[in-house]
C-alpha cells in the first residue's frame, strides 16, 4: 500500500467528490436534456448531431486503440508514457510508406515513396489510393505499421527504458519526454515536415437520409470501424485466452507476486511494449487513412486525448481504453452542437480529464484490471 | 612535486565549494568559448557582444523559470509540466492590461491602456490565481496524474488564446481581444521606457557605442538584458530564502514523505498551495520579461517546447539545487540551445557546402556508393531539426548517467540558520556556501 | 453515529478494572467502526488509556490494531464511534491536527525524511514556528525573528539528541542511519512536537535487544516524566513486562483491557491469541 493510494483513501474528500459528482451529473442531465429536447423542436439539426456521433465514434476509436497499449504500459511498467503519441506518428509513416510503395511501383523513385513522399510530387491522390482501388496497398500498409512499431518500439525499449528498468514512474516519465521529443524531430528529419494528402477524395460512402440532412459513412470509414473492431477483439481473446495474457494480467494487478510465483517479468514487459506499439502503429496508420493527411506532430497532438482516455477509462483496463476513447472522441464532437467552430473539441476533452481525476481517479473501470 | 599538485588540486576543490565561484566559472567558460569563437568567425566587437547579451537575455529569463521549477519540483515534488500555460497568463494579461484602449491602425485589439507596473502585477497575479485553480483540484492527486493534469492546462490555455472565440470579447461592456491565432501586437510604448528616457541613460548609449559600436537599440537590449540579470538576483534571493527557512523545511518534507509530514503537525496542503501559487506567478513573471517588449506574441510561443527546455535545464543543474538551477539554465543555452547554431556557422565559415539534397532519401542513397557528403549537407541543411533531436537525446542521457544532474546531490540545508556542530564544540566548518 | 453509541464495550468481567482509583483518561475511543468495502476493519472497539500510563496495544495479525491507530490519528476516517482525547471529541480529525491537541503517532516502519539531515528532520515537527509563514521567512526584518526561533529551537534539537545519545549523528543524513538510529530518530522526532500521548506503532519491530533495552529505558524515563503511551506490539513478554495496562484486540474488536496478569489468565485471549503460539 503506497502513500498516495492512503492519501486518497483518507475519506475525508469523499463528500466534495460527491459534491463534484452531483454538479457534473447534473450537468451533463442538463446537456444531455438540452440535446434532445433541441433535436425534438428542431433547434438542433438531427442529422447534425447524428453526423457529430458517428465522427466521434470513429475518432474514438482510433483514440481507444492507441490507448490500450497506453493502458498496458501504464500499468505494467508503471508510468505514464510520453513518447506514445509519437509512436502512432512513426507507424503512420512506416505503413504510409509500404503502401506507397505498393501502389506507386515505378511512378516515382523508391526514396519519394518510402518516406510518403517529402517533397511535392506524386502524391496519394496521384497514386489513387482508396481501400476501394489499392486494397493491398493499404492492407500492406496496416501490417508493416503495426509490425514496424511493434518492433521500433521493442528498440526503443532495450535502448532507452530497460536500462533503468528498477527506477521509478517519475524518471521514466521525464526520460519519456525525451524520447518523444527526439523520436518526433528524427520523424522531420527524415521524413520532412510537410504535411501531405495520402488518399483519394471522393469515396464511394453509404448515405441515409436522416430527416432533416444527410449522413455519410465512406468506405475509409468502414475500413477504420472494422480494422479497429478485429484489433480490439483480438487484444481481448489474446489477454483472456493465451497464457501471455494471463501472465499480463497477473503482472499488472501486482508486480511483486508476479515476480514471486515466477512469471518471467521481462519477457512479459517486452510483449507488453511490442502489442502496445503494434496497436500504436495501427492506430497511426488508420488514422491517417481515415483523415487522408499526414503530419510529424499528429500523435504528439492526439496524445493527451489517449491520457483523457486513458484515464476515463481506468489505466490498465483495455476495455477502459476503448470506452475512454469512444466517450472523449464522441462528447468532442458534441460539444460543436454548443460550442461552434470546433476550437473547443479538444479544451472540452481535457476538462473532462481533469474532471475524472477530480472526481474518480482511478476511472471508470476502477483501477487496476487488465481485462 | 607531487604533494604540491594534490594541495593545490585540493585548494581548487576547497575554492570550487563556494557557489559563486561555481557561477563565475561556469558562466566565465561559457562567455570566453564564445567570444573566442566569434573572433574566429571574423565577427565584429559589437556583434560578439551582441551575441553575448542576447545570450544574457536568455539564461535570465530561462534561470528564472527554472528557479521557480526547482521551487515546484526539486523542493517540493510538485511535478509541473505546464509551465508554458502558467507563462502563457501572464504575459497575455499583461498585454491585454496594457494595450490601448482604442485600437488604432494595425494594431488591432483594443485593451485597458493600464499603467505598465500595474500591467505587469496584474499579470503576475493572474499566474499566481491560476496555479491556485489548478492546485486546489489537482494537489491531491499522485505525481503523475498531476503532471498530466498540469499539461492539459497549459494545453487548454494555449488553445483558449488560440480560439477564435476569444479573440475579440468583451467582458462588462470592455471590448477585450486575445488576437486569436494571429496574436497580439505590441501597440504600446517599450515598457523599459522608465530607464531609457533617464539622463543617464543617454551617457550608457554613449559609452557603449565608444565602447562596442552600439547603436541605440543595441544599448537599450544590453541594459535591458542587465535588468533582467538582476531580477535573475532577486528572484535567486527570494527563492533561496524561501527554502532556507522552516516554511522551506516542510517542503523538503512534503517531497519526501508527505504523510509523515501531515503527522508531525503540518498542514501539507496549505504549504503546497502557497508554494505552488508563488511558483506559478514567478513563471509568469517570466513569461512577461520574456516578450513584452516584442513587437508582438502569437500562442505558438507558448507551445509545450518551453516547458520542455526549463525541465532539461533543471535536471542539468539537479533539481533541490537553487544555484544550480542557474548553472543549468546557462548551460542549456550555451550547449543545447544556442551552441548547435553557432557551431554551424562556425563549420559554414570553414567548410563550403554545396547544394544539398532535398530530402533524406537523396541524401541517404549516395551513402550506399561510398559518398558520404550530401548526408552531411543533408544534416547541415536540417540542423534546427537535428537541433531539438540533441535535445531529447541530451534529456535521456541524463536521465540514465545522471539523473541528479550536476549540483542535485548536494543537499541544501532547510534552516533559517546554519545548523552546525553545537556551540561549544569544535566547530566544523559550515557549508553553506557564501551565497546565502 | 448514533448507533455505535449504544453498542457497548464489550469487556469480559475478570477483566474489568478491579482499581477504583483509575487514572485520568487521557484517550477514549467508543465504538470505533472501519470498513474498506466489504471488509470490516475495526468492528466496534473501545478502550481507556490511562494518563501517564503505558498501555500495550496486542492482537494477532489483522486484529485491527493498526487500523485502530490510523483511526485515532486521522489518517483514516473511522465509520462510525467517537474518539476523545483528554474528555476533547477528536472523531475523524485531519492527521495534522493531531499535534495540535498534543497527540503525535511513530510508524511501523520508520518515516524518516531520507534527503534531510538529522538536524533537519528533528527541527520539522516544533509546532507554532513563525518561520513556517512564507512572508516571515522572507522579509528582512520579520526573519530576525525566525532566526530566534531557529537558534532556540536548534538548542532544544540538541537536547532531544543528548537525551537519545545520538549527538554523533546529528549532520548525517537521514537515509544513511541504520536501523535501529532510524527509529531512534522517530522517537525523538515524535518528541519534538512536545506531545501529552505518544502512540507508538511496533517501535521494537527489527530492533535489535541492545537497543530494544536502550529504547525502553528511554520510554520508561519519557513516562515517568509525566507522557502518556500507547504501544501497539507483536512480542507478548515485552507488554507484558512493561506495561501497566493491556488491550487485546481480536477480529477488530477489543477481547480484553486490563492490567497484565489478568490477561494473561484470561482464557478469552488464551483462546484467541496464545493459544497458537504457545
Known amino acids: 500500500m503506497s502513500t498516495v493510494d492512503t492519501v486518497i483513501d483518507r475519506g475525508r474528500g469523499m463528500t466534495t467528490e460527491q459534491l463534484l459528482l452531483l454538479v457534473v451529473g447534473l450537468g451533463a442531465f442538463l446537456l444531455l436534456g438540452d440535446l434532445i429536447i433541441g433535436i425534438l423542436n428542431g433547434t438542433y439539426s438531427i442529422s447534425r448531431v447524428a453526423r457529430y456521433v458517428v465522427e466521434g465514434t470513429l475518432y474514438g476509436l482510433i483514440i481507444g486503440l492507441a490507448g490500450i497499449g497506453l493502458s498496458m504500459t501504464y500499468s505494467i511498467l508503471n508510468f505514464a508514457n510520453f513518447a506514445h503519441g509519437d509512436y502512432v506518428t512513426s507507424g503512420a509513416f512506416f505503413g504510409w510508406g509500404v503502401t506507397y510503395l505498393v501502389a506507386g511501383w515505378g511512378a516515382a523513385s523508391f526514396g519519394h515513396l518510402v518516406l510518403v513522399a517529402p517533397q511535392r510530387g506524386v502524391g496519394?491522390?496521384?497514386?489513387?489510393?482508396?481501400?476501394?482501388?489499392?486494397?493491398?496497398?493499404?492492407?500492406?500498409?496496416?501490417?508493416?505499421?503495426?509490425?514496424?512499431?511493434?518492433?521500433?518500439?521493442?528498440?526503443i525499449d532495450r535502448i532507452v527504458y530497460k536500462p533503468m528498468r528498477g527506477s521509478g514512474g517519475i524518471p521514466l516519465l521525464i526520460t519519456s519526454i525525451g524520447v518523444a521529443f527526439a523520436l518526433r524531430y528524427i520523424i522531420v528529419f527524415v521524413y520532412s515536415n510537410r504535411t501531405r494528402g495520402t488518399t483519394l477524395g471522393g469515396l464511394p460512402s453509404f448515405d441515409l437520409l436522416l430527416v432533416d440532412g444527410w449522413v455519410s459513412i465512406d468506405v475509409h470509414d468502414g475500413t477504420l470501424i472494422v480494422a479497429a473492431v478485429a484489433l480490439m477483439l483480438g487484444v481481448h481473446l489474446m489477454l483472456q485466452r493465451t497464457k501471455l495474457g494471463k501472465a499480463m494480467r497477473a503482472m499488472s494487478d501486482n508486480r511483486d507476486l508476479a515476480l514471486v510465483t515466477g512469471i518471467p517479468t521481462e519477457q512479459i514487459i517486452r510483449w507488453t511494449w511490442m502489442i502496445g506499439g503494434g496497436l500504436a502503429g495501427s492506430a497511426g496508420y488508420l488514422m491517417v487513412l481515415w483523415t487522408g493527411t499526414i503530419d510529424w506532430q499528429f500523435g504528439w497532438l492526439l496524445l493527451l486525448l489517449i491520457f483523457a482516455a486513458v484515464i476515463l477509462g481506468g489505466i490498465g483496463s483495455i476495455y477502459g481504453a476503448i470506452f475512454g476513447g469512444l466517450i472523449i472522441g464522441i462528447s468532442m464532437h458534441l460539444s460543436m452542437v454548443w460550442l461552434p467552430g470546433g476550437d473547443f473539441t479538444t479544451i472540452t476533452a481535457f476538462l473532462i480529464m481533469i474532471l475524472v481525476l477530480m472526481i474518480k481517479p482511478s476511472g471508470l473501470f476502477g483501477g487496476k484490471t487488465t481485462a | 612535486m607531487s604533494t604540491n599538485t594534490t594541495d593545490r588540486r585540493a585548494q581548487l576543490e576547497s575554492l570550487w565549494e563556494h557557489d559563486a565561484v561555481k557561477i563565475l566559472a561556469v558562466f566565465g567558460t561559457i562567455y570566453i568559448t564564445y567570444a573566442l569563437v566569434g573572433l574566429a568567425l571574423g565577427y565584429s566587437l559589437d556583434g560578439i557582444v551582441n551575441t553575448l547579451r542576447r545570450m544574457t537575455y536568455l539564461i535570465a529569463v530561462y534561470g528564472m523559470v527554472t528557479l521557480a521549477l526547482n521551487l515546484h519540483w526539486g523542493y517540493t515534488g510538485l511535478f509541473n509540466i505546464g509551465i508554458a500555460g502558467f507563462m502563457a497568463v501572464g504575459l497575455y494579461v499583461t498585454m491585454i492590461l496594457a494595450k490601448p484602449a482604442d485600437p488604432t491602425g494595425a494594431a488591432q485589439y483594443a485593451g485597458l491602456g493600464l499603467p505598465m507596473p500595474i500591467a505587469i502585477i496584474g499579470g503576475v497575479v493572474a499566474?499566481?490565481?491560476?496555479?491556485?485553480?489548478?492546485?486546489?483540484?489537482?494537489?491531491?492527486?499522485?505525481?503523475?496524474?498531476?503532471?498530466?493534469t498540469t499539461i492539459a492546462f497549459a494545453e487548454i490555455v494555449r488553445l483558449g488564446i488560440t480560439s477564435g472565440a476569444l479573440q475579440e470579447f468583451t467582458i462588462f461592456g470592455t471590448e477585450l481581444g486575445t488576437g486569436g491565432g494571429r496574436g497580439l501586437i505590441r501597440n504600446y510604448g517599450d515598457p523599459m521606457n522608465v530607464i531609457f528616457e533617464l539622463e543617464v541613460f543617454s551617457s550608457f548609449v554613449d559609452l557603449t557605442n565608444s565602447l562596442f559600436g552600439f547603436g541605440p537599440t543595441q544599448a537599450r537590449a544590453l541594459a535591458y538584458s542587465m535588468v533582467l540579470v538582476l531580477v535573475l538576483v532577486g528572484i535567486y534571493w527570494l527563492i533561496q530564502r524561501t527554502s532556507r527557512s522552516p516554511f522551506g523545511r516542510v517542503l523538503k518534507a512534503i517531497r519526501e514523505d508527505e504523510e509523515a509530514a501531515q503527522s508531525l503537525g503540518k498542514n501539507t496542503n496549505h504549504f503546497k498551495i502557497k508554494v505552488f501559487v508563488l511558483g506559478c506567478a514567478l513563471m509568469g513573471l517570466a513569461g512577461i520579461l520574456w516578450r513584452f517588449r516584442r513587437t508582438g506574441v502569437t500562442p505558438e510561443a507558448f507551445r509545450p517546447h518551453v516547458t520542455f527546455y526549463i525541465w532539461i535545464a533543471l535536471i542539468i543543474g539537479g533539481a533541490g539545487s537553487n544555484t544550480g538551477s542557474v548553472l543549468g539554465s546557462g548551460l542549456f543555452v550555451a550547449i543545447l540551445f544556442e551552441g548547435p547554431q553557432y557551431f554551424r556557422r562556425l563549420v559554414d565559415q570553414v567548410v563550403t557546402f554545396g547544394d544539398a539534397p532535398n530530402t533524406f532519401a537523396g541524401s541517404v542513397a549516395p551513402i550506399l556508393s561510398g559518398d558520404v557528403a550530401p548526408f552531411v549537407r543533408y544534416t547541415f541543411e536540417e540542423f534546427t531539426t537535428l537541433q531539438f533531436v540533441l535535445m531529447g537525446v541530451a534529456l535521456i542521457v541524463l536521465m540514465h548517467r545522471r539523473p541528479e544532474g550536476l549540483l542535485g546531490h548536494r543537499e541544501e540545508t532547510a534552516a533559517a540558520i546554519p545548523l552546525t556542530r553545537r556551540p561549544g564544540d569544535e566547530s566544523t566548518a559550515g557549508r553553506g556556501g557564501d551565497s546565502s | 453515529m448514533s448507533d455505535t453509541e449504544i453498542e457497548s464495550p464489550e469487556v469480559p468481567n475478570d477483566a474489568a478494572d478491579p482499581d477504583p482509583q483509575r487514572n485520568d483518561i487521557e484517550l477514549s475511543v467508543d465504538g470505533l467502526v472501519k470498513r474498506f468495502g466489504g471488509i470490516t476493519a475495526v468492528d466496534g472497539a473501545s478502550f481507556e488509556v490511562e494518563s501517564g500510563a503505558m498501555t500495550g496495544l496486542i492482537g494477532p495479525n489483522g486484529a485491527g490494531k493498526s487500523t485502530t491507530f490510523h483511526c485515532i490519528t486521522g489518517i483514516h476516517r473511522p465509520d462510525g464511534g467517537t474518539v476523545r482525547f483528554q474528555g476533547r471529541d477528536i472523531t475523524g480529525i485531519r492527521p495534522y491536527e493531531c499535534a495540535d491537541y498534543g497527540l503525535v503517532r511513530t510508524f511501523q516502519i520508520a518515516r524518516e525524511m531520507a534527503n534531510m539531515t538529522v538536524l533537519e528532520n528533528l527541527m520539522l515537527p516544533a509546532q507554532n514556528q513563525s518561520g513556517e509563514q512564507l512572508w516571515r521567512s522572507v522579509l528582512p526584518f520579520a526573519r530576525q525573528e525566525v532566526e530566534r526561533e531557529e537558534r532556540e529551537l536548534l538548542e532544544r534539537v540538541w537536547e532531544v539528541l543528548e537525551f537519545f545519545e545520538i549527538e554523533h549523528i546529528a549532520e548525517e543524513k537521514a537515509g544513511n542511519l541504520s536501523g535501529g538510529q532510524r527509529k531512534l530518530l522517530e522517537m525523538a522526532r515524535a518528541l519534538m512536537i512536545e506531545p501529552e500521548m505518544l502512540l507508538l506503532d511496533e517501535p521494537f519491530a527489527g530492533v535489535n535487544p541492545t537497543l530494544e533495552h536502550k529504547l525502553l529505558d528511554h520510554i520508561h524515563e519519557l513516562r515517568e516524566e509525566g507522557y502518556t503511551f500507547l504501544i501497539v506490539e507483536h512480542d507478548m513478554d515485552l507488554i507484558m513486562e512493561n506495561c501497566e495496562r493491556v488491550i487485546v484486540m481480536h477480529q477488530g474488536s477489543v477481547l480484553a483491557e486490563g492490567a497484565p496478569e489478568t490477561i494473561t489468565s484470561n482464557e478469552q485471549v488464551i483462546e484467541a491469541y496464545l493459544g497458537g503460539e504457545v
Open chain 1, 124 to 155: 496519394g491522390a496521384q497514386l489513387e489510393i482508396a481501400i476501394t482501388s489499392t486494397p493491398f496497398a493499404i492492407m500492406a500498409g496496416l501490417l508493416v505499421a503495426g509490425i514496424g512499431t511493434a518492433l521500433f518500439v521493442y528498440l
Open chain 2, 127 to 148: 499566474a499566481g490565481l491560476a496555479g491556485l485553480i489548478v492546485a486546489i483540484p489537482a494537489l491531491r492527486l499522485r505525481a503523475d496524474y498531476f503532471a498530466i
